[in-house]
C-alpha cells in the first residue's frame, strides 16, 4: 500500500508537521530560548517552577504555549463534537509514567519534538538521543506486540474529562492575573519568552491542528515501524523536521556541530537512555509528552493523569538536581532514568497478557 | 439541566466561578488583601537583590585592590575570602577575571567555568552579574587556538579540560533550556 | 589424579616464585630540597613508588641541596630530576637536560611568579620607596624568591646591590615562609616572596591579604619542572612524563602499608607538558640579573 495521497487528511498531518518546525523555529527567534520554541518538557519545569513546585529561580515561567496547546486541543475537540469523557485505565501507572517522561526527557533536555529541532539546528549531540528514542519505540512496541496493555479506557461520564482543560483555564487566569504566589523568573532560560499573545495564539493554534491531526513524534516513529513509508504520521513528522531545517537555514540559527550548542551537553550515553526511556513510557501510554496535552484537552482524563505526572516530574528533577544541564547529566539523573527503565520493564512484566498455555 | 436542584447547582456554579475571577481580579487592588498576601516574586527579587548587595558588600576589598591595579593582593584577598565562602560563585568569577589579566589563561578558563556551573547568572543577559562581555571575547580569541594546541598535544590532560570548559561557556553562552 | 594435583600445583609455585625474583632495572631520581630532606623524601616517595609500578623500574628518590644539583646531576648521580624551573634552565644549557613535565600547583598552575612585599602600614608603598631600605631575598637559585625579585628591581631602576640599605638570606629551611615573616615581625622591611607561598600561608590563615603590600610582580613563568639526562631511551621519557601527566586526583600508591592519593601526598595539583620555549622569560631573567647560567665575571 501507498501514501493516501487523496486523503486529506494526510495533508493535514503533514500542514501540522510544517506548522509545529516553523513554529518551533519562529518561537525561538520570538525570544524563546534557542533551539527551544517547542519545548513541552522545557514548558512544563518552567510552569511547575511558576507554581512553586521547585525554586530555582531561573526556570519560573508559566508557559502560555503549554496552554494553548491544551485549550486548543479542547476548542478543536468541542467544535469538531470529538470532545469525550473516557478514562480508567491504570491511572497510577499513568500517572507515574508522566512523571518518568519528564525525567528522560530533562536528561536529555528536551522533548521528543525539542530532539528534532536542535538536530535540525545542526546540535549533532541529539544523534545518540535519536538512537535512543527510536530504540525507546521499538522497545515499547515489542511489549505491544508481546501482549502488553494497560487496559482500554472508558467512556466516563462527561465531567472527568473537562478537569484537565479546567486546570488550564485556571493556569490562563494566572498568566493574565498573576496573583503573588505564581513566580516568573526575570533572569536565566525561563526570562527568555516570546511575547505572550503570539505564544498563546501560536499554542492555541498548534493544539487546535494536533487535536485533529493526532499528531504525534513518536507516534510517527511507530507508525513507520508498524506501517511503513505508508503512515501519514511518519510524513507529518518528516516535514515537521524538513521544514525547522530549512527555516533554521534561511534565519541563520542552523550551525552544525558537536560543541558549543545551546542546551546541550556532551554526556552522550545519557541522553541515549534518556530518550529510550521517553520512547519506550510513550508508545506503552499512547503518545509522546505533546499528545498527552494533547488528549488531556480532548477529554483523555488517563492523558490528564500523565500530564498531572509530567508536572510533579517537571518540578522534582529540578528540585532533586535530576535534569541534565549543559556541564552534563547529575548523578541523581543517571540512577532516576535507571529506576525509570525499570519501571517500564516492571510495567512491561506486570501488563502482559500472557498466552495460555 | 433536568430539574430545580441542577438548576440550582448551576446557579451556584457559577456564582462560585464570579466570585473566584472577582477574588483573583480583586487582589491587585484590595489594600488588606495586598497587606496579608504573600508576593513570592517579590519575596525571590528581594532575595536576589539582597544576595548581588552580599557579593559586592564581601568582595569589595577585591574589587578596590583591582582597581588599584593590585592584582596580586585581590588574589591574595579571594585566598582569604575563600576560606569563610569556600562553595561562593562570585569568587571563582573573579579569581578567573584576575588571572586573565595576569596571563594564567588556563587557570583563568577554569575557574570562569566552575563559576558559570555554580551560577549561571553570569551568562545571562538579564542578570546584573552578568560577565557576556567578558565570555564572548575570550571564546573568540581562545577557542580556536586551544583547539589546535590540543590537537598537536594530544596527551596534555590540561589542555583537554581547558578545550572543555571553553566549549562548556560556549554552549552557555549560545542561550537555549537550562 | 592426585599426581596431576601436584604436578599443577608445583608449576603455580614455580611461576609465582619466577615473578617474584624477577630484577627490575633500579634508576635514581634526584629531588631539590624545597625546605628539608626529610620533608622532600615524605613528598615525593610515595610519588616516585607510583612512578616504580607505573614504569616496572625501581626508583630511587634523592634528596638533593639546591646548590649542589647541577653539580651532581652533572657527575650523573640522577636519571631524572625535579627541580624549580631555574635549576632546570641551568642544566638544560650544560647538560642538555631533557624537559619531562612541570608541576602544577596554586593559582597559577603551571606557572609561578615572584612577589616584592612590605608591611602594611610601614610607608613603603611603591618599589622606588624600598631603596635604602634593609630587605631579604630566599635562596639565590630560587627563580621566585630571588631571580624574580631581583630582576625586577634592575628593572625598575633599583639596583640591589647599591640602592638598598642591605640584603640577607636566611638560613636553614623554610626559607621562603622566614622572608615573610621577617617582614612581617619588623626584622626586615622588604621581601622577596614567592607568590605561590603567599598563596598557601594564606590559605593556612598564617598571614591575611591585609597584612602586606605588594610592591612589585614578576610575570608568571613555568614551576617546578621534571626533567630527564638525554642520553636515556626517548620511549623511557615518554612513558615518564605520560605516567606524570595522566594523574589525577583520585590516583592512589600502595605504599609503607598504606594506600595514599599521589598528587595529594607530593602536594601537587598535577602536571602538565610545557615547551622548552616556555623556559625563555627565565633566561631573560637570568642574564639581566647576572645570574647562572648566564653568569658573567
Redo the contacts between chains.
Keep these: 500500500m501507498r501514501l493516501a495521497l487523496r486523503d486529506p487528511h494526510t495533508w493535514l498531518v503533514m500542514l501540522a508537521g510544517g506548522l509545529l518546525g516553523l513554529a518551533g523555529v519562529l518561537l525561538a527567534l520570538l525570544g524563546n530560548p534557542q533551539n527551544s520554541g517547542i519545548c513541552v518538557s522545557c514548558f512544563l519545569e518552567n510552569s511547575a517552577g511558576a507554581l512553586g513546585l521547585h525554586d530555582n529561580a531561573r526556570m519560573q515561567y508559566l508557559r502560555p504555549e503549554l496552554i494553548g496547546f491544551v485549550l486548543g486541543s479542547t476548542l478543536a475537540a468541542v467544535g469538531f463534537r470529538e470532545f469525550t469523557s473516557k478514562g480508567g485505565s491504570a491511572p497510577l501507572p499513568r500517572l507515574l509514567s508522566g512523571v518518568f517522561l519528564i525525567i528522560g526527557c530533562s536528561v536529555f533536555i528536551g522533548c521528543p519534538i525539542k530532539l528534532f529541532l536542535r538536530l535540525a539546528a545542526g546540535d549533532l549531540t541529539t544523534l545518540t538521543g535519536l538512537l535512543g528514542l527510536v530504540g525507546g519505540v521499538w522497545l515499547g512496541l515489542k511489549g505491544l506486540a508481546a501482549g502488553v496493555d494497560l487496559g482500554r479506557a472508558k467512556k466516563q461520564r462527561d465531567g472527568s474529562g473537562l478537569w484537565t482543560p479546567l486546570l488550564f483555564v485556571l493556569l490562563l487566569l494566572f498568566l493574565f492575573v498573576r496573583p503573588g504566589f505564581v513566580l516568573f523568573s526575570e533572569r536565566g532560560s525561563a526570562a527568555e519568552a516570546a511575547p505572550l499573545l503570539i505564544a498563546l495564539g501560536i499554542g492555541l493554534l498548534l493544539g487546535a491542528i494536533a487535536q485533529r491531526t493526532r499528531f504525534c513524534v513518536t507516534g510517527g516513529l511507530r507508525d513507520l515501524m508498524i506501517m511503513g513509508l505508508r503512515a501519514p504520521l511518519f510524513w507529518g513528522f518528516m516535514v515537521f523536521v524538513l521544514v525547522a531545517f530549512t527555516v533554521g537555514l534561511a534565519t541563520g540559527t542552523f550551525k552544525p556541530g558537536f560543541y558549543g550548542q545551546p542546551g546541550a551537553h556532551l554526556d552522550l550515553l545519557w541522553s541515549f537512555f534518556g530518550m529510550l526511556l521517553v520512547g519506550s513510557v510513550s508508545v506503552l501510554i499512547g503518545g509522546c509528552p505533546f499528545r498527552q496535552l494533547i488528549k488531556a484537552g480532548e477529554g483523555d482524563a488517563d492523558a490528564g493523569l500523565v500530564v498531572i505526572g509530567m508536572f510533579l516530574g517537571a518540578g522534582l528533577v529540578q528540585a532533586w538536581q535530576i535534569a541534565g544541564t549543559a556541564a552534563g547529566v547529575p548523578v541523581y539523573g543517571k540512577i532516576a532514568v535507571v529506576l525509570g527503565l525499570a519501571f517500564i520493564l516492571l510495567n512491561l512484566l506486570f501488563f502482559r497478557e500472557r498466552a495460555a498455555a | 439541566m433536568k430539574d430545580r436542584f441542577d438548576i440550582l447547582l448551576g446557579v451556584l456554579l457559577l456564582a462560585c466561578a464570579v466570585a473566584v ?1 472577582g477574588l ?2 480583586g ?2 487592588s484590595q489594600a488588606s488583601q495586598r497587606d496579608l ?6 519575596e ?2 528581594i532575595a ?1 537583590q539582597a544576595k548581588v548587595s552580599f557579593l559586592e558588600r564581601v568582595y569589595a ?1 577585591v574589587l578596590e ?1 583591582r582597581q588599584q591595579g ?1 592584582n ?2 585581590a ?3 579571594l ?2 575570602l ?2 569563610k565562602y569556600p562553595t561562593e560563585a562570585h569568587g571563582e568569577l573573579l ?1 578567573g577575571e584576575i ?1 586573565l589579566q ?3 589563561k ?2 583563568a578558563i577554569s575557574h570562569l567555568a566552575r563559576a558559570v ?1 555554580m551560577n ?2 553570569y551568562v ?1 543577559r ?2 546584573p552579574l552578568s560577565r557576556r562581555e567578558l565570555i564572548d571575547p575570550l571564546l573568540a580569541r581562545e577557542l580556536a587556538d586551544v583547539k589546535r594546541q590540543s590537537a598537536e ?1 594530544p ?4 589542555l583537554k579540560a581547558t578545550l572543555k570548559d571553553l ?2 561557556l ?9 | 589424579m592426585s599426581l596431576r594435583i601436584t604436578v599443577c600445583c608445583f608449576l603455580v609455585l614455580l611461576l609465582a616464585g619466577c615473578q617474584g625474583t624477577a630484577e627490575r632495572p633500579v634508576m635514581k631520581i634526584g629531588y631539590m630540597n624545597c625546605n628539608s630532606e626529610a620533608e622532600t623524601l615524605a613528598r615525593f616517595r610515595p610519588l616516585t613508588k607510583y612512578l616504580s609500578d607505573k614504569l616496572e623500574i625501581d626508583f630511587q628518590a634523592i634528596p638533593v641541596d639546591t646548590q649542589d644539583f647541577p653539580e651532581r646531576f652533572a657527575a650523573g648521580e640522577f636519571d631524572f630530576t625535579h627541580t624549580n624551573s631555574l635549576v632546570y634552565v641551568i642544566m638544560r644549557e650544560n647538560q642538555q637536560l631533557e624537559l619531562v613535565a612541570t608541576e602544577m600547583r596554586g593559582n597559577y598552575g603551571s606557572r609561578t611568579a615572584g612577589a616584592i612585599i612590605a608591611k602594611k602600614g610601614s610607608g613603603i608603598e611603591t618599589l622606588q620607596d624600598i631603596k635604602g631600605k634593609r630587605m631579604i631575598f630566599g635562596p639565590q637559585l630560587a627563580p621566585s624568591g630571588f631571580l624574580a625579585q631581583y630582576d625586577l628591581m634592575l628593572r625598575e631602576g633599583i639596583d640591589p646591590e647599591q640602592d638598598i640599605a642591605y640584603y640577607a638570606i636566611p638560613s636553614g629551611s623554610f626559607k621562603h615562609e622566614k622572608v615573610v615573616y621577617a617582614v612581617y615581625f619588623g626584622d626586615f622591611d622588604v621581601a622577596a616572596a614567592p607568590a605561590l607561598d603567599l598563596e598557601l600561608m594564606t590559605k593556612d590563615g598564617k598571614i591575611t591579604a591585609d597584612d602586606f603590600v605588594i610592591l612589585g610582580q614578576s610575570p608568571i613563568f613555568p614551576y617546578c619542572t621534571f626533567g630527564a639526562r638525554n642520553d636515556l631511551d626517548p620511549a623511557l621519557i615518554k612513558r615518564f612524563q605520560q605516567a606524570l601527566v595522566d594523574l589525577t586526583d583520585a590516583d592512589t600508591v600502595d605504599y609503607q602499608g598504606e594506600t595514599l592519593k599521589v598528587l595529594a601526598s607530593a602536594w601537587i595539583d598535577g602536571f602538565e607538558t610545557l615547551q622548552d620555549s616556555d623556559y625563555d622569560y627565565i633566561r631573560e631573567m637570568a642574564k639581566r640579573a647576572n645570574m647562572p647560567p648566564y653568569q658573567e665575571f
Design positions: 475571577v483573583l481580579a487582589t491587585g498576601a504573600v508576593d513570592k516574586a517579590l525571590q527579587e536576589y576589598p585592590l593590585q596580586e593582593s588574589l591574595l584577598k585566598d582569604e575563600s576560606r579569581r588571572l595576569l596571563g594564567a588556563q587557570k556551573r549561571g547568572d545571562d538579564y542578570s598535544n596527551d596534555s590532560r590540561p566549549y562548556y560556549q554552549g552557555r553562552m549560545a542561550g537555549g533550556c537550562e
